[in-house]
């Protein structure tokens, strides 16, 4: 089961057993929550197996963004991935900013910034990837994380960005044991550029949160430097 399925299933949890408490302080019948309950985990089971998770994700996204936070987190973080892939000459296509907007594209996860990755793709069905092509993109792929340590702390998000991270460097044969190391070795590289370009950086942040196309998003970046 998928991480958002286990989300709904804690939510599921956690409402049967708040329901259960108040239930005989509200005069609430014991059947109404048992039955919320077993809806939310057979939707749970169903999204898990039949739509891989597009429902969880669109629900947790839709609650998650009452949150300034949340969408500041969002924000910043696909800022990071798009000023990064800028920065490394890799082409930016597109860019969701919930699970919503993805779906409405057709696409799968939660969202983000897209990426033409035909040059990565080429070289990993040949086996000879280069050392270079290789930094680049496990530095875009952490600079997501990297914006939300920059402006927080801590992140939040990523989850998506270290599997991708992962199955490549797993393909091209680096032991297990190694990726962690190279994953800290990817956010320190990505911290730096984007501190190195702060400014730029916060005009893109703008730029998204009135999500403008990605010709604007690339005129405010070249703007603010």
């Known amino acids: 089961m998928n991480e958002t399925a286990l989300n709904l299933v804690a939510i599921a949890i956690f409402t049967m057993t708040l329901s259960t408490l108040l239930s005989p302080l509200l005069h609430i019948s014991p059947a109404i929550p048992a039955l919320a309950t077993f809806s939310i985990l057979g939707l749970a089971t169903l999204d898990s197996f039949q739509w891989q998770g597009k429902f969880g994700s669109i629900a947790l996204d839709w609650f998650a963004r009452f949150s300034p936070e949340y969408r500041d987190r969002v924000l910043r ?69 990297a914006a939300e340590q920059i402006a927080y702390g801590t992140s939040q998000g990523g989850n998506d960005d270290r599997q991708k991270f992962r199955e490549t460097l797993t393909k091209l044969g680096i032991p297990a044991s190694e990726l962690p190391q190279r994953e800290r070795l990817s956010i320190l590289r990505a911290k730096e550029l984007l501190q190195n370009h702060q400014s730029a950086y916060e005009a893109l ?21």
């Not at 699970?99 to 040059?119: I, K, L």
């Open 77 to 145: 973080h696909e800022a990071g991935h798009f000023l990064t892939a800028q920065q490394l000459e890799i082409p930016v296509v597109g860019y969701t900013l919930s699970a919503w907007e993805t779906f409405r594209q057709g696409q799968s996860g939660q969202g983000g910034v897209q990426f033409d990755t035909q040059e990565l793709e080429a070289e990993l069905k040949q086996g000879k990837l280069s050392a270079q092509l290789v930094e680049r993109y496990c530095t875009v792929w952490m600079s997501g994380i």
């Open 205 to 225: 942040v703008e730029a998204l949160r009135e999500k403008q196309s990605i010709e604007q998003c690339y005129s405010a970046i070249q703007s603010a430097k």
